[in-house]
């Protein structure tokens, strides 16, 4: 399995950025993936999901300012990231839940389990 992030990169408040992650060799059809994101002495924490049932949820801190999607065609994660703020500091990483999982809310809350495969994540800052 072979997740790979890219987009990240050096911006100032209020800027955007689309983050992508590439996914191959997962040979299952149903599943949940996302971003989770984590800085530097901070714990890891979900950022976006999207269930298997297509569904999509973002996490309350990036609410209205994040936006995940996935191009099955192409096997693309994205997650577009506008009004980005100094706190959105950290490296992003995108994953694939393990765990049986249907909905977005379920994908959100797993994101973050060691049991999960992931990238080698792309680094977002953000200036003010």
């Known amino acids: 399995v072979q997740l790979m992030e890219s987009g990240g990169g050096s911006v100032q408040a209020g800027e955007s950025l689309r983050l992508s992650c590439i996914l191959s060799?997962?040979?299952?059809?149903?599943?949940?993936m996302g971003w989770f994101r984590q800085a530097p002495g901070k714990e890891r924490e979900g950022v976006a999901g999207i269930g298997s049932d297509g569904s999509t949820r973002s996490a309350d801190f990036v609410k209205g300012r994040f936006t995940i999607s996935k191009d099955n065609a192409k096997n693309t994660l994205y997650l577009q990231m506008n009004s980005l703020k100094p706190e959105d500091t950290a490296m992003y990483y995108c994953?694939?839940?393990?765990?049986?999982?249907?909905?977005?809310?379920?994908?959100?809350?797993?994101?973050?389990?060691?049991?999960?495969?992931w990238g080698q994540g792309t680094q977002v800052t953000v200036s003010s």
């Open positions: 994953a694939i839940v393990v765990a049986p999982c249907m909905t977005a809310i379920e994908a959100l809350g797993a994101l973050v389990d060691d049991s999960n495969y």
């Open positions: 060799g997962y040979t299952y059809s149903s599943y949940c």
